[in-house]
């Protein structure tokens, strides 16, 4: 167990519809990253955010969008789903973005219907 | 930009013998990191090992060694001893370690390994 949470576990929906997968990191870290993995993209680094503040910016969609509250947990928002969004999105938490070790969530499987 | 490539999509090993997972690398900068992590059938990343690109010495823990040659860009990952748990999905990864404002992990394709009993 990383200490890293995400819910929910699995999600399924229809295209068109917006979902919120969440994420809370280790006790301790104040970094945190959304990854995706499919099949066809591989494992894909989304976006960033360090203490509440958006760090960088990957091959992120702009019907994507994310957040970090004030406590730290983090919130990536789906919307306007296509069947190619189906993928597992994994949020990794690190102490700060300049400690190399990013520790991953179990994943939350997107299936879009 | 720097990319990661795992040449071999499959390897199977014998159970209790040595199997050893390419990765090579490519990037301009000097100071970086590198990582192996483990994707078993749970779909859960779990860090293996990791090497600092200043270090010469290869890193080890337990079972799991690195071979790192720095001048020619690659980085396998050896694993003896091999046991059925080992059975999984390795990712091979690379991490800036310069005053970039990402510290994104950029992965590889993958390497199936399966454990033959």
């Known amino acids: 167990d990383s200490g890293v949470t995400q819910t929910p576990k699995h999600l399924i929906t229809a295209t068109g519809q917006r979902v919120t997968l969440r994420c809370s990191p280790r006790s301790g870290d104040l970094s945190v990253y959304w990854y995706q993995q499919s099949l066809d993209q591989g494992l894909q680094f989304l976006i960033q955010?360090?203490?509440?503040?958006?760090?960088a910016k990957g091959n992120i969609l702009e019907r994507f969008s994310a957040q970090q509250f004030p406590d730290l947990h983090s919130e990536l928002n789906l919307s306007s789903l296509e069947l190619g969004d189906s993928a597992l999105y994994f949020c990794?938490?690190?102490?700060?973005?300049?400690?190399?070790?990013?520790?991953f969530g179990p994943g939350t499987r997107l299936l879009v219907l | 930009a720097q990319t990661v490539t795992q040449s071999q999509p499959e390897m199977s090993v014998q159970e209790a013998e040595t199997v050893t997972l390419s990765c090579t690398y490519d990037?301009?900068?000097?100071?970086?990191?590198l990582f192996w992590y483990k994707q078993p059938p749970s779909r859960q990343m779990i860090l293996v090992i990791r090497?600092?690109?200043?270090?010469?010495q290869n890193a080890t823990e337990n079972r799991f060694s690195v071979n790192f040659q720095k001048a020619a860009k690659s980085f396998s990952l050896k694993i003896s001893d091999s046991q059925l748990g080992d059975a999984a999905m390795y990712f091979c990864?690379?991490?800036?370690?310069?005053?970039?404002?990402?510290?994104?992990?950029?992965f590889g394709s993958g390497t199936r390994l399966l454990v033959r009993p």
């Open positions: 955010y360090y203490n509440g503040e958006e760090r």
């Open positions: 990037t301009s900068e000097s100071d970086y990191y």
């Open positions: 990864a690379y991490r800036s370690g310069g005053m970039d404002s990402s510290y994104k992990l950029i």
């Open positions: 090497q600092e690109a200043y270090k010469q």
């Open positions: 990794a938490s690190s102490v700060d973005p300049e400690v190399e070790t990013q520790y």
